[in-house]
């Protein structure tokens, strides 16, 4: 079907009759040039596009910006720029950074008096590190000296400012959206992305309604890839999409079809995990709303559906039925707009109607979540999970903070929220109960522990008359104690759980049967995947234990049994005296490992597997396991030491000891060596037993 027209207008100085742009600064140079740089925020010159833990940066042009994100939102200072004559009735420049004003700003001086300024746009945390132009009308001054300041004396969130190409001019320079119109006759548009693109504004309106609007690094040449736009619900309506872009008929490219990009190829991709959960296209990082409901293990998301890099939060949704064979669901969440996001949170099951959503005899879902502008909020879905209703309430809880976990607390019949909150100065965990999950009371928190937030009861060494709390934050980091329903009292702690790399975010099951008897976990596994039109994976569901040690109660971890499901060709070996050097396991040559292995240490200073070229070792001396740069603390066990390693394309995770060591890993394998070796270094050790499981790909059953 041929488009329709489409509407576009470009505002580029040279596209109209006056004189050329004057250019006062682009800031391509190594350095700032006449411009003078006070404080810290600004270095000592032009960035070159995104620094270190910072969001994305994009929309600007060339090579160089000016970028006071410089070690971060703490430091200040200022940018002066050399005098110069206003001679033209306009002075255009890209912006973008902090919305504070008088404190991350642009200013305009003559006479050494402000006369006008501009502030970046973002002032809450779902804000975009896009550039965009913005316009001073300077007629009044024509023919005055100037000088520009560029300022930076904000310190907390968003405590930072960009500014590019800095030019006078006869018109304004902005951008008028293109508009398309189509009547949606298959379930799904197709959308092209170049990677490193502008991110841009789209917004979809249905027959005079705004529907959606996000952010998205279109592709106005060859796209890097293509990312898909459910329309579904609108089947058989017109929709118009609009979006600030340049060139003729931008939007020409968007193509509807009836599946996902690249069904055919889907879960074969080179660098697809094919055990540990990934969404088909687009970016992925926590876990959210970890649920199991009638046969349904849910796992909802943090979630980019229209590029590879952080930004954009959705919730994403899958469900399986054993924790391994995933299938992805339709979005669950949208944000209300491209910069109120739809940040982490939980689900619970409200079996005795608390809330008062329930109709009919389904048991209503109710999930709590961070709008990035307006607080803590409450969404409930009568279809298990399938379309969610917004609470008209929203939001229940108003703070600085985000990412909360609901828990029901049964002796005191009670709902318990959990929230990472941010108060003088300070991280906190916030407690607030509530009994109906809409009208919440505040009631304890503890310092130190940062985003993400977890609270659940285990019991010590499977003995349930015998439980203990335990509360963790995003990294990992726990402390163990009681909890009487609205304050935790710690006992021990801050603990380690995960000794590895890219673990963050995890949250566990609720409402997991009472026979089941688990407590399992799944974390944001950071790992990137290059090159692929996906990115970043969840770690494999972890069953949590509560066990004694010599060094008091510590969880353990190891992974969900549901794994021996993907088992195939299995090799073992035992009672194998390892000498110095390397001693190949035959035929253990699968790519994707479940592997267990004992060893008696006997008088080896090292010891350990070798698996598709990469090492893990058990130092005798000191005590450790190292991995990848990553180590860990481990003693022998009567003189010996075990791992369990589960082997996937970008991912590693060892559990040492029964769980007494966890270390996830990301990261593909050094070479294309296939195999498993053992190794003994510093004398001789004895491997007791070896079983190495190659594993089917969880994916066999979608493709």
Not at 139 to 151: N, S
Not at 161 to 182: F, G, H, N, Y
Not at 490 to 513: C, D, I, M
């Amino acid at each position: 079907m041929r488009p329709p027209a489409l509407a576009f207008l470009l505002c580029c100085a040279g596209l109209f009759a006056g004189e050329a742009d004057i250019v006062i600064a682009d800031f391509e140079g190594q350095d700032y040039g006449a411009w003078k740089a006070e404080g810290e925020a600004f270095g000592s010159g032009p960035a070159h596009g995104t620094l270190p833990d910072q969001m994305q940066v994009s929309g600007f042009r060339g090579k160089g910006l000016v970028n006071s994100f410089h070690k971060g939102d703490g430091t200040t200072g200022t940018l002066t720029g050399p005098p110069f004559r206003i001679e033209r009735p306009f002075i255009n420049f890209l912006i973008g950074g902090g919305k504070h004003e008088g404190k991350t700003c642009m200013n305009l001086l003559v006479d050494g008096r402000i006369v006008r300024t501009a502030t970046g746009p973002n002032d809450q945390p779902g804000g975009s590190e896009v550039l965009a132009w913005q316009s001073w009308d300077v007629k009044d001054l024509k023919g005055a000296t100037a000088t520009l300041q560029i300022v930076d004396q904000a310190t907390g969130g968003w405590g930072h400012i960009t500014v590019d190409q800095i030019e006078q001019s006869e018109r304004k320079k902005e951008s008028v959206p293109v508009e398309r119109s189509i009547v949606v006759e298959k379930p799904y548009l197709h959308l092209p992305v170049k990677n490193g693109a502008p991110a841009i504004r789209m917004r979809y309106d249905l027959e005079g309604r705004w529907v959606r609007e996000f952010a998205i690094e279109f592709a106005t040449g060859e796209p890097d890839y293509w990312v898909f736009s459910d329309v579904s619900a609108y089947q058989g309506r017109t929709l118009r999409i609009s979006a600030p872009l340049d060139g003729p008929e931008p939007l020409a490219a968007i193509r509807q079809a009836d599946d996902v990009p690249g069904a055919a190829t889907l879960y074969r991709e080179k660098l697809r995990p094919q055990f540990h959960f990934s969404s088909r296209v687009g970016w992925l990082n926590d876990p959210n709303g970890l649920v199991f409901h009638q046969g349904e293990y849910h796992l909802f998301y943090q979630h980019n559906p229209y590029g590879c890099t952080w930004g954009n939060m959705h919730w994403g949704h899958a469900v399986s039925p054993d924790l391994v064979h995933w299938k992805e669901l339709p979005i669950a969440l949208y944000p209300p707009r491209w910069d109120d996001w739809v940040f982490s949170g939980s689900a619970v099951i409200d079996a005795d109607d608390t809330a008062g959503f329930k109709r009919g005899d389904e048991d209503v879902m109710v999930v709590a979540y961070t709008s990035t502008g307006r607080g803590e909020c409450i969404a409930y879905s009568r279809d298990r999970g399938r379309t969610f209703i917004e609470y008209e309430g929203n939001p229940v809880v108003r703070h600085r903070g985000r990412d909360p976990k609901l828990l029901w607390y049964a002796p005191g019949r009670h709902w318990v929220m959990a929230v990472y909150s941010e108060a003088e100065g300070k991280q906190w965990i916030a407690f607030h109960t509530s009994t109906d999950l809409k009208r919440w009371t505040f009631r304890s928190r503890i310092e130190g522990y940062y985003e993400c937030p977890e609270i659940f009861e285990l019991p010590i060494d499977g003995d349930k008359g015998r439980t203990r709390w335990i509360v963790h934050a995003a990294d990992g980091a726990y402390s163990i104690g009681t909890f009487d329903g609205q304050v935790f009292t710690k006992e021990s702690g801050k603990h380690t759980l995960s000794y590895g790399r890219g673990f963050y975010a995890s949250q566990t099951y609720n409402h997991l049967p009472a026979a089941d008897g688990r407590r399992i976990q799944i974390g944001w596994g950071q790992y990137d995947s290059p090159g692929m039109p996906f990115n970043q994976c969840m770690t494999f569901p972890a069953e949590l234990t509560l066990r004694t040690t010599d060094e008091g109660l510590r969880l353990f971890a190891n992974p969900a049994r549901e794994i021996s499901k993907l088992h195939a060709r299995q090799h073992t070996q035992k009672d194998l005296t390892v000498q110095e050097g390397e001693t190949p396991i035959p035929e253990a040559t699968g790519e994707l490992l479940d592997i267990r292995a004992e060893f008696a240490v006997g008088d080896a200073k090292r010891l350990g597997l070798i698996v598709h070229g990469s090492r893990l070792t058990y130092d005798a001396a000191k005590g450790e396991v190292e991995y990848r740069g990553c180590r860990g603390p481990l003693k022998p066990e009567g003189g010996r030491v075990s791992f369990r390693v589960l082997v996937d394309r970008t991912t590693t995770e060892i559990y040492a000891n029964g769980g007494r060591l966890y270390m996830p890993v990301g990261g593909t394998h050094p070479d294309d060596r296939r195999g498993v070796c053992v190794f003994a270094a510093g004398g001789a050790s004895k491997l007791l037993e070896l079983e190495v499981n190659e594993l089917k790909s969880a994916w066999e059953h979608r493709q």
